[in-house]
């Protein structure tokens, strides 16, 4: 089945510094790659995904790139701010497959000092 | 729009105590339906899934049932509660394999 690998475990950077947080998959099947930001106590919030048509989507200060080739994905945050401190997931599916349940990795814990 | 709910917020279970927690989907019909648990700190663990009425998948095996009584209702349950229990339960549907998929607000649950 699919796995799941997240780098770093743990990321910190300055208050506008860029942070990169990648993933890589195991089943080339999957097309799809969503990712989560969770704040603390909170729920895990969908921020961006992409599907294996396109090699990157942005949206503002969040970027997210695919390779399918080297089955790897990375999310990707510019001008970091204090409010971007969460946990992010990275995760993977196959789109319209019959088992497509999304594989998450095991998060990466960003902190942004101001 | 579609809005997802789970209750109760909160709960403080002793351990051999029973457990129910609800979560009711509202604004769309026939979703996927998903538990997922969360240990402090750690990732999310896949425990059911639900692609219909009556249709139940384990993830893993453990002292923890669901049911889906009802199209946008789904019950995670237990008979006794044990320590390993605690945690974060978090609900979310989706409308589809691959779909974008959303997370209820959790329940928060400390066996002691």
């Known amino acids: 089945g699919e796995n799941v690998e997240q780098h770093p475990s743990t990321l910190s950077v300055q208050e506008g510094d860029s942070a990169v947080i990648k993933c890589t998959y195991s089943d080339s099947a999957s097309n799809y790659f969503p990712w989560y930001k969770q704040e603390l106590g909170k729920r895990p919030q969908l921020i961006i995904d992409i599907r294996s048509n396109v090699g990157e989507k942005k949206d503002q200060r969040i970027a997210v790139t695919l390779n399918k080739t080297a089955k790897h994905f990375s999310l990707h945050i510019t001008e970091t701010q204090p409010e971007d401190s969460a946990v992010y997931f990275c995760?993977?599916?196959?789109?319209?497959?019959?088992?497509?349940?999304?594989?998450f990795g095991k998060g990466t814990k960003l902190s942004v000092k101001p | 729009s579609q809005t997802i709910h789970q209750w109760p917020a909160t709960l403080v279970q002793p351990v051999g105590s029973p457990l129910s927690l609800e979560c009711t989907v509202e604004?769309?019909?026939?979703?996927?339906l998903y538990w997922y648990r969360q240990a402090a700190g750690r990732g999310l663990q896949l425990l059911f899934y639900?692609?219909?009425?009556?249709?139940i998948s384990s993830e893993v095996p453990q002292n923890l049932s669901a049911s889906r009584p009802q199209d946008r209702q789904f019950i995670l349950s237990s008979k006794k509660l044990l320590l390993s229990d605690s945690g974060f339960y978090l609900c979310?549907?989706?409308?589809?394999?691959?779909?974008?998929?959303?997370f209820g607000p959790g329940t928060r649950l400390t066996v002691t």
């Open positions: 995760a993977a599916s196959i789109w319209g497959g019959s088992q497509g349940n999304l594989i």
């Open positions: 979310a549907w989706n409308t589809g394999s691959g779909y974008e998929q959303y």
């Open positions: 639900s692609v219909g009425i009556g249709q």
């Open positions: 604004g769309t019909s026939n979703p996927n």
